[in-house]
């Protein structure tokens, strides 16, 4: 497998979730401060322009849900996610549903607010808005989603690893996390994992 990434991005997650599996792949880094996800080369990889991208024996995988529910079903050993339980496994992807549709969008609104507006008012406005949103977003995880001492209780699964690599942008984004020491135990719990260790080794980001 060939797993495309950008060091400090939401790929973070997946990333881990390779190494957490124990899975045999190659890592390619793509720099987004200097475009190289607008090449041709690697518009030929993934239209969509964005990291992550996992390429497969059967074909390319896109978007954080889909890789790390696929690597949960590719490694079951690594008991990344209840494959044996219907329901269980939906409030899985629930949860990290969740995370791309709600709280991803919201910290975009922040560095990435030109995919929705041109007008400079709005940019402005839209960045303004990132520390309440995000606020809300994570305070609604905090009380109602983080069942403890993992996501979704007793059993480690994607679902933290995803909250971990998303947990990182609070601050950049305006965020009291004083409001959410749940969240940030979670996070502090999360950096001593080996295969988060190591992972933040290779990506440059301690």
Same mark, same amino acid.
């Given at each position: 497998?060939?797993f495309y990434y950008a060091p400090g991005a939401c790929s973070l997650a997946p990333h881990i979730a390779l ?20 090449? &041709? ?6 239209? @969509?322009?964005? /990291? %992550?991208?996992?390429? =497969?024996?059967?074909?390319? $995988?896109? !978007? ?54 041109? &007008? ?6 839209? @960045?303004?808005? /990132? %520390?309440?949103?995000? =606020?809300?977003?994570?305070? $609604?995880? !905090? ?32 965020v009291n996390t004083s409001l959410l020491p749940r969240v940030i135990d979670h996070r502090h719990r999360m ?16």
């Amino acid at each position: 497998m060939i797993f495309y990434y950008a060091p400090g991005a939401c790929s973070l997650a997946p990333h881990i979730a390779l190494h957490q599996s124990g899975a045999q792949f190659e890592s390619r880094r793509v720099d987004l401060h200097r475009g190289e996800q607008t090449t &041709d080369e690697y518009l030929a990889i993934n239209p @969509k322009g964005r /990291v %992550p991208v996992l390429i =497969t024996e059967q074909g390319t $995988l896109t !978007e954080n849900s889909a890789i790390l529910f696929y690597i949960s079903q590719l490694f079951p050993q690594a008991g990344l996610a209840p494959v044996n339980d219907p329901f269980a496994l939906a409030k899985v992807q629930e949860f990290n549903n969740y995370l791309a549709s709600t709280v991803h969008v919201a910290h975009a609104h922040g560095p990435r607010g030109y995919r929705w507006a041109d &007008d400079q008012a709005a940019l402005v406005a839209m @960045k303004a808005k /990132v %520390p309440m949103t995000m =606020t809300a977003g994570f305070q $609604l995880i !905090e009380d109602e989603l983080l069942a403890g001492p993992w996501v979704m209780g007793e059993h480690y699964s994607i679902c933290d690893i995803y909250l971990y690599s998303l947990s990182r942008w609070l601050e950049g984004d305006g965020v009291n996390t004083s409001l959410l020491p749940r969240v940030i135990d979670h996070r502090h719990r999360m950096e001593v994992l080996a295969p988060v260790a190591e992972v933040l080794q290779v990506e440059g980001l301690v």
